[in-house]
């Protein structure tokens, strides 16, 4: 099973940006669905980004179209989170989460958050206003 460590959390004022970095190691297989995941105290947990590492086809909650940008880097095995123009409502602690899909069909952003099968510690992002 593949094993995720994301990094990259911090804080910021509202306006700025942050880029979150999740490392893989072991092989989760040339095709998966891979996701930026974010959960704020008392809300349940939330996908943000996918991305269908087959084709690269990605997919955005509403929320953060525009703003964020989730890509990878199959060299480094790291998929990145990209956050641009922070908002206080997006302060919450961000996962990465992983599972070996057949096709992009199965990567959409309405993808059930326990249905990962990997996940990583997680790491907090802060926005102040």
């Known amino acids: 099973q593949v094993q995720l460590a994301e990094s990259g959390g911090g804080s910021v004022q509202a306006g700025g940006s942050l880029r979150l970095s999740c490392k893989a190691s072991?092989?989760?297989?040339?095709?998966?669905?891979m996701a930026w995941l974010r959960q704020a105290p008392g809300k349940e947990r939330e996908a943000v980004a996918t991305i269908y590492t087959g084709s690269g086809r990605t997919e955005y909650v509403d929320a953060v179209k525009g703003r964020f940008t989730i890509s990878q880097d199959n060299a480094k095995n790291t998929l990145y989170l990209q956050m641009n123009s922070l908002k206080p409502e997006d302060a919450a602690v961000y996962y990465c989460?992983?599972?070996?899909?057949?096709?992009?069909?199965?990567?959409?952003?309405?993808?059930?958050?326990?249905?990962?099968?990997?996940w990583g510690q997680g790491t907090q992002v802060a926005v102040s206003s």
């Open positions: 989460g992983a599972i070996a899909v057949t096709n992009d069909y199965f990567c959409s952003i309405q993808r059930t958050p326990s249905s990962f099968a990997s």
């Open positions: 072991g092989y989760i297989g040339s095709r998966a669905c």
